[in-house]
């Protein structure tokens, strides 16, 4: 989970996407009918790229593939920088080598960390899609983040496809590149390994996407789509999932009841075993997993670890829980004074209206900022649509559902990104033919607002030289719609690049300071502890800190201070003669480490 809340009054792109975006605007206003024989001739080049629909899914994919690697000088393979990386870094790993999950370390209580469970298992606390796609990244392309990259690019092209099953090719095009500008290059989705978005995204689009398609056409393989689009939300976030299936199967209900199309009901059933079977298999391996990882096929992920650690509880409904005996006052800070703050807002009465209200906001700024919210201008004019009225079901099934939520982060709501983009679109094409007086000033609105987002693209890369801030820590909403790799991370990641190369093997215990950020989290190992290279470890009381030194004899030992700036490595100040021993060896190699 990430932070609830952070300041953003910083981020200078904020500034420039809202000044731009009324200064676009006003220019519409006073020059309705500008550069309009340009915008005109490539209306008609993109309008003949998406008439050939296959050809332009598979070039909204490979656009958003091959920007990202040819950014990646400027924004680089990102670091894991918040707990949640280093959670699904970790259930890469176990799956990487093989496992569903990982014995207890004996040393487990310096190791306890965010969103990780220690008992029964040592295993990260999320559903497993997110780390099994890590795992693959590993696997398949040497480095984690690859994955990522290639559901990322497949999410803008299943976008396009779902768009266009529901609204004209030309416009589905344009969806998918406002996808790749909005989400596929810049935003967390893509620059983290957290949440699972573009999983989500994924299929969410598949689900959508091959709703009107099944209905009209029968054809086995848009049963098929569907399932896998189930199955991912299933493995992701299933109760988002939820949201979104609900109303698709009352519509596949209604249509194999009494569809104009549908096939007789042996036909039907026929054509549905397979994708229903591939359903019941994929919960039945996830209840294995919840087996292996959490003692149960019943107790699904996060269970655990928020019976453990947590006091405030996802649903609005539940009572606030006892608080435990936390063993590390950055746990009792993170789980009582940072998420118990925005239960207590969520669970007020007076408060319930207004929050729910950011929750609203936090998702219209990052799906669409202010260059994609005026053409919203015509959301009248879109709730009277029949041609999209089933999205706009499932966006109030959506609402209701998240209005029992505590938090709200914008991949909880990744299954929905392609219902909010044919809303959008939608707005626009009616935005377009608006002619006040006989003006063309709809039409320019929205090709300044596509000229925006690409003008807005071009400066987050320009960002740096250009000295404009785009995100500070802790890391902000904003900071998420135009995150970069390079902000956050990197102090963790130096030094434990300079550990792995020193000989022998290393134990770094954390000391942080009582003013620590406790999204700054230091403390995440790989998923065999004790046969890493380098172990990190929370600093505890001197009898349980001289037992952690012991237990690893034959590590060189280290003191990090995170919160030093810059942060500080030197070598631990042991007190016994057990780790003396190690103390030697470290103390020349000390000079080598200096950040």
Known sequence: MLPPSASEHNNALVAVDCGLTAILIAISFAWPRLGSGWFTRVERAFGRLARRQILAVASVGLSALFLRIAILPIFPIPVPFV???????????????????????????????????????????????????????????????????????LMCAAICWMLQAWIPAKWALLGGILAILRLGLFSYWVNTYTGGGPILAVGGALVLGSLPRLMKTARSRFGLLMAVGVILLA???????????????????RWACIGKNRPDAV???????????????????????????????????????????????????????HEPAYRHPEMRRFYVDDELAAFSKVHSRSLFIPMNIEKIWIAARFFAGFALLFPLVMLHRVLRDRRIRFLLLCVLVLVAGNLIMIFLIPHYLAAFTSVFYAIGLQAMRHLRVWSPEGKPVGATIVRLTVVSCCLLAGLRLLAEPLKLKTSEWPVGYWSLIWSGPEHFGGERAQIQSQLEKLTGNQLVIVRYSPKHETMNEWVYNFADIDRSKVVWAREMDPAANQELIRYYRDRNVWLVEPDAIPARISPYPVQNQVAAASRGGALQQERSLAP
């Not at 990982?102 to 220690?118: D, K, L, V």
């Not at 559903?127 to 796609?133: D, I, S, W």
């Open 235 to 253: 493995l992701t976030r299933p109760y988002e999932g939820l949201l979104l299936c609900l109303p698709v199967a009352v519509a596949l209900g």
């Open 83 to 153: 707990p949640d990386d280093f959670s699904f870094l970790l259930a890469a790993d176990t799956f990487a080598h093989g496992r569903l999950t990982n014995p207890t370390p004996e040393m487990w209580t310096h190791f306890e960390s965010f969103h990780i469970t220690m008992q029964p298992t040592y295993m990260s606390m999320y559903f497993p899609a997110e780390g099994l796609l890590l795992a693959a990244g590993k696997i398949l392309l040497g480095r984690p983040w690859f994955a990522v990259l290639c559901a990322d690019a």
């Open 267 to 321: 036909v039907l059933l026929r054509r549905a075993a397979f994708p229903l079977a591939l359903i019941v298999a994929a919960l039945a391996w996830l209840g294995y997993y919840d087996y292996r990882a959490f003692g149960s096929p019943l107790t699904l992920p996060y269970t655990v670890n928020r019976a453990t650690y947590a006091v405030a509880p996802y649903y609005i409904w539940q009572s606030q829980r």
